[in-house]
Nanobody, 125 residues
Framework: QVQLIESGGGLVQAGGSLRLSCAAS????????MGWFRQAPGKEREFVAA????????YYADFVKGRFTISRDNAKNTVYLQMNSLKPEDTSVYYC??????????????????WGQGTQVTVSS
């Protein structure tokens, strides 16, 4: 099992930046592919970005391409989401997730077995 703790959320003006972090427990972090999802009030949780176990391949939702970057540091058991050019519609609770199943299909919420508690991101206009 792995426990995930997100941090780095907050309030930012439109056009600003935030970096989210997700720290994982355990000694097998490098065996997990990682993803970021978000959920706004009244909406379903949606895929944002994912990264394979070795960090060699990344995936992004179309609405964040060119603005968000996912990365990981396996030595620190941490995955990051750098968010630039933030828009009010990016306001959501952001969750990190982990899976040992495979390095493909990472855009599907059902692929993931472990979830963090979420961190709130609010973008003001």
């Amino acid at each position: 099992q792995v426990q995930l703790i997100e941090s780095g959320g907050g309030l930012v003006q439109a056009g600003g930046s935030l970096r989210l972090s997700c720290a994982a427990s355990g000694r097998t972090f490098s065996s997990y592919a990682m993803g970021w999802f978000r959920q706004a009030p009244g909406k379903e949780r949606e895929f944002v970005a994912a990264i394979t176990r070795g960090g060699g391949t990344t995936y992004y939702a179309d609405f964040v391409k060119g603005r968000f970057t996912i990365s990981r540091d396996n030595a620190k058991n941490t995955v990051y989401l750098q968010m630039n050019s933030l828009k009010p519609e990016d306001t959501s609770v952001y969750y990190c997730a982990a899976t040992q199943r495979a390095d493909y299909g990472l855009g599907y919420i059902g692929r993931y077995d472990y979830w963090g508690q979420g961190t709130q991101v609010t973008v003001s206009s």
